[in-house]
């Protein structure tokens, strides 16, 4: 049995802002810099899902990954797309939305999909700069 790790990219052109609501409006000021404006400022978010499988012997497949972009761009495209991450989502009521939050948020999402249990690993891209990796706790 060979297991590997198959990707798909999604794409996400989302808006938000830095802030948390367990720092004063000073501290989130020296914390986040301008990322704390709070008119928002946007990212074209770049988010790679990796899921880890044995190779069906008569598909070839861990996974069909026409079936995984389906499924993809309804929780996660559907959620995060054009949406302003901290208004029109509930999801960062209680944690900022930063990458790394957005990473286990999504994780948390797919969870609760047949990719489950498949999932290894989520890797987001901010900025050409800015990337975290998140594989599960
Ligand atoms: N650990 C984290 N640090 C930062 C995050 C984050 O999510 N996790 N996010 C930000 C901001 O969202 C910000 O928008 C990043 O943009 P920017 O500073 O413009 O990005 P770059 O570093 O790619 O641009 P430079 O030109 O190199 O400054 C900040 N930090
Ligand atoms: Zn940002």
Redesign the pocket.
């Known amino acids: 049995m060979h297991e590997v790790i198959i990707k798909r990219k999604v794409w996400i052109s989302a808006s ?1 802002w ?1 802030h948390s609501t367990f720092l004063s409006d000073e501290e989130n000021t020296a914390t ?1 810099g ?2 704390n404006n709070p008119n928002g ?1 946007g ?1 074209n978010y770049c988010v790679t899902v990796g899921l880890k499988g044995p190779v069906d012997e008569k598909t070839g497949m861990v996974l069909n990954l026409t079936y995984v972009a389906k499924i993809l761009d309804e929780k996660i495209a559907g959620n995060f797309d054009h949406k302003h991450l901290d208004l029109d989502t509930s999801y960062f009521e209680e944690r900022p939305s ?3 939050n957005i990473a286990i948020v999504i994780w948390q999402i797919l969870k609760r999909t047949p990719l489950a249990n498949f999932l290894y690993s989520i890797e987001l891209e ?5 990337s ?1 990796l998140y594989l599960g706790d």
């Open positions: 938000h830095l986040y301008k990322c400022h990212h930063t990458s790394e901010e900025t050409p700069n800015n975290v």
